[in-house]
């Protein structure tokens, strides 16, 4: 039997097109393929919001911080349960992440936890739209308003999704999305930025492009800047062409890949409710794209139900282990992440799964519950 993937691009003759296209164009780099690519992503969230793409969801979120000269002696409130990559992003800059505990039912920030560890040198909150979900975020901006904090949203999972019928991104302090192979789509790799301060969309087109100013202009103009001036710190984030152009062709599939992934969403839901020993995550199903599908595997048998679905050929995948328990980044005080670092367990979805691939893993899951 063939092995059931966790997660997988879905890519295929348009993207191999779009990409002998840039080829035979000749200039593989940063142009016109990324300034169209940002202008889809714009007028796709609508909002009117400035868009950037860079190499990564990781290089968005350090850009992000590092545009609002956050660094040394600072501090940064983060969801323990994220991937690793929210965390590096912080102490790239030389701020300390904060590690907060989430809440059990969708694993989203426990605000008061984060309360807890407000200090004079916090400067911002980092959400996670943990499984495309972010339940409660309108509080976390009334936290960062009445505390002066800036809200960076990690929406790596969320792209495509909606909150209270608004897409994500198109409102927000800034909002940093994935593009890496397996998310909700994908530019081989990379990631952008939405916000609608000018400053900091500035901050963060030159941060990209080695803290050159208005390079990006120049490029889109098919120029390069010789002289120059720079006033920051830079990095070499930038998206390429090539990315852009498969990033694009992913942008017409997204209503489909959207459809599927919900679809399969809902089968599992519908499912696994009330099996023994197994609990879902409550999220607004309705509005998300959902990027990962996980349960809680109560009574400490989530590495033996691992173990079974591996046996039968089933990926299983951990999103994520706690953050406050890896030696950079070691903190106490996160009970409720710890209890879920345990049972978490993410069961395939992505746009190609099948529905015999699902039946697989459905039958598997109910056999171990005991449920036939
Ligand atoms: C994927 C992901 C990132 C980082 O994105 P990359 O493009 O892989 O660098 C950040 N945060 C979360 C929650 C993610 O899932």
Known sequence: MNTIRLSRSSVGAEESAALARVIDAGYLGMGDEVRLFEEEIASLIGGNRHVICVSTGTSALHLAVAALDIGPGHEVLIPSITYVASFQAVSATGARPVACDVRDSDVFLDLKSAEQRLTRHTRAIMPVHYGSSARGLEEVYAFARSNGLRVIEDAAHAFGSTRNGINVGAEGDIICFSFDGIKNITSGEGGAVVTSDADVAARIRDGRLLGVEKDTEARYTARRSWTFDVHHQG??????????????????????????RRFLADRYRKELAQLDGIALLSMDWAEIVPHIFVVKVQGGRRDALGAHLRSLGIEWGLHYQPNHQLSFFRSEGCPVSDQLGGELLSIPLHAELTDAEQDRVIAAIRAFSGAV
Do not use: I, P, T
């Not at 990095?235 to 942008?251: D, P, T």
């Open 235 to 260: 990095f070499r984030y930038h998206m390429s062409n090539l990315m852009a152009a498969v990033g694009r062709e992913q942008l017409k599939k997204l209503a489909k890949f959207s459809q599927r």
